[in-house]
């Protein structure tokens, strides 16, 4: 699994890792919303999502 090797892999103590682990987490779901997000919903275009009401 990834946590444990991440986890393995930052330095210092339990609380500093804790720290660390979060502040990792903020910049891989910022990465996602500035950059992954948009470029997929242009992409694949699916911008345009309506729900129509049947007859």
């Known amino acids: 699994m990834i946590f444990p090797f991440v986890w393995r892999v930052l330095p210092g103590p339990r609380w500093v890792k ?5 502040l990792l ?3 891989v ?3 996602l919303f500035q ?8 992409t694949f275009d699916i911008q345009d999502q309506n729900v129509e009401t049947a007859p």
Do not use: K, M, T
Request: no cysteine; charged share 0%; proline share 5%.
């Open 18 to 22: 804790v720290i660390l682990l979060l």
């Open 25 to 27: 987490l903020a910049a």
């Open 29 to 31: 779901v910022a990465v």
């Open 35 to 42: 950059w992954v997000y948009p470029w997929f919903s242009v």
